[in-house]
């Protein structure tokens, strides 16, 4: 059988409260009852010491223990009517004020192990002869034991006064732990209301962030586990919005950045077949530039998508970081001076060794190098430096004097697809994958990387990597 959590925290306050309230009442029954029955049993020898003088006072009277059943009759008839039977016991004796005070008191007489008289008849006296030793109260006549008093509840027979108040506290116990459950069922269907209500909430919550509901949020009214909890879904599901956007849009720019040269493409071929093109270099050259935007767009794909699989493999090993970035400037060298702009860098004398994959850290290089390149205008300049940054790290910085980038666009600048508005252009902008792709080998490289800019200023491109220990 299926029980809802509410059913099962319920079920465990009761478990725990039976178990522990139980536990208590018997604890506590068994306390009370050592304790009253100590109690009362000290209190019925004090009785019995204190009716044996009169008891010896009825055995010189009568010269011995005769009529005894009369004496056990006219003590039960004291209890009723102190008063009328009194003298016939004492002989005009004064009447202690003590026998009023112990008037229910159940009292026998032993002599010996025979049993005298018993003020309760019906009652059991199969005494053992060490309880009469040890809590009976001697009779001694002229120095000499005739007899035992022992009083009932100094061996265990309790009154009726003494038994009522047992069950008086009984009852009260077992009120106590009625009112203990009560309370902790009232408490616990509360408590599990209060601890279920938020996981409800935040069960229909992901419920409709499944079915695309990016926009749902929870509200926040609790300052605890549970308010963390729901701030971490309402951040989760501001994220999930933001990537689901940022898809959308990138979906878009995919679509138009590959029905662009596929559109160049089918127009000249087209135009080549019916004759209203030549077949010349220079326009195989044009095709060629479209076909190889198109390999590299499918190729950046192709890259990020083994990223988000985890398929992306780094094999490091030791690399002095300073003659990889010379080999990769100096490649690019060319196509900055294609462009008009000057490319050049400023290297430490002392090697840097980073522990790394030369081919994933060049195509980060060439990647920030043709972004620098692309958008520096002509006579412009791109400066590559590298220094050691503390003791661990080792900075690369590549700084350009392009139109800069707007404030607002720097946080999104490594999110994949993203370009900053005024670089949409196909002749201006890549597709939007490049520095993605860097900021992944980067970070699986251990290392970070930022963008610092302001516009009409320039940007720096900044990464570092941890050093070879």
């Known amino acids: 059988m299926r029980l809802s959590i509410s059913s099962r925290l319920i079920l465990s306050f009761l478990i725990i409260i039976l ?3 139980g536990f208590f009442v018997v604890l506590t029954n ?21 009716i044996a003088p009169f008891l010896e006072r009825y055995y010189q009277l009568n010269n011995g ?40 008191e159940r009292l026998i007489l032993f002599e010996g192990n025979k049993v005298l008289f018993d003020t309760d008849p019906k009652g059991n006296t199969s005494i053992l002869n060490v309880d009469v ?4 109260v001697p009779i001694i006549v002229d120095g000499k034991v005739v007899g035992n008093v022992v009083a009932g509840s100094a061996i265990g027979f309790l009154t009726d006064n003494q038994s009522r108040f047992l069950r008086e506290v009984n009852r009260i116990l077992l009120w106590i732990a009625f009112l203990s459950v009560a309370a902790v069922l009232v408490v616990g269907i509360t408590q599990s209301q209060s601890i279920i209500q ?11 962030i499944a079915k695309g509901d990016y ?16 701030q971490a879904f309402n951040d989760m599901a501001q994220e999930l919005e933001n990537q689901q956007s940022l898809r959308n849009r990138s979906m878009a720019d995919i679509a138009h950045e590959l029905r662009t040269p596929l559109s160049i493409l089918q127009i000249d071929l087209e135009s080549m077949e019916d004759g209203l093109m030549e077949v010349t270099p220079e326009n195989m050259r044009v095709l060629q530039n479209e076909v190889s935007h198109l390999r590299n767009l499918v190729e950046d794909l192709r890259i990020l998508s083994r990223v988000d699989a985890g398929e992306i493999s780094i094999e490091h090993a ?13 490649r690019q060298m060319q196509s900055a001076r294609d462009k008009g702009v000057r490319l050049d860098f ?17 195509q980060v290089l060439i990647n920030l190098l043709s972004n620098a390149v692309r958008h520096t205008p002509q006579s412009g300049s791109v400066n590559v430096t590298m220094k050691q940054q503390g003791k661990n790290e080792v900075l690369v910085s590549i700084k350009d004097t392009g139109e800069g980038i707007p404030q607002a666009d720097l946080p999104f600048l490594f999110d994949r697809f993203y370009r900053v508005e005024k670089s949409r252009s196909r002749d201006q902008g890549g597709s939007g994958l490049g520095l993605s792709i860097a900021k992944s080998l980067i970070e699986a490289h251990q290392g970070r990387i930022w963008a610092e800019s302001s516009e009409g200023e320039g940007s720096t491109f900044k990464f570092v990597l941890p050093l070879m220990n």
């Open 346 to 362: 400023d290297l430490q004398d002392e090697e840097i060794f980073v522990n790394g994959d030369s081919q994933r850290l060049s």
């Open 19 to 21: 178990v522990t309230t």
């Open 65 to 104: 223990w005769d009529n005894v059943d009369e004496l056990a009759t006219l003590l039960v008839e004291f209890q009723d009517n102190p008063k009328r039977i009194a003298n016939r016991i004492t002989n005009n004796s004064v009447i202690p004020d003590f026998l009023f005070a112990g008037r229910d």
């Open 318 to 330: 030791k690399i002095e970081l300073g003659s990889l970035i010379r080999d990769v400037v100096e």
């Open 198 to 208: 938020p996981i409800q909430i935040l069960n229909n919550a992901t419920r409709r």
């Open 133 to 136: 030793q040890k809590y009976g």
């Open 30 to 50: 068994r306390v009370i009852r050592v304790r009253f029955n100590d109690m009362i049993a000290r209190s019925g020898q004090s009785y019995a010491k204190k």
């Open 215 to 230: 926009a749902h949020r929870i509200k926040i009214n609790r300052n605890d586990e549970f308010g963390e909890m729901a």
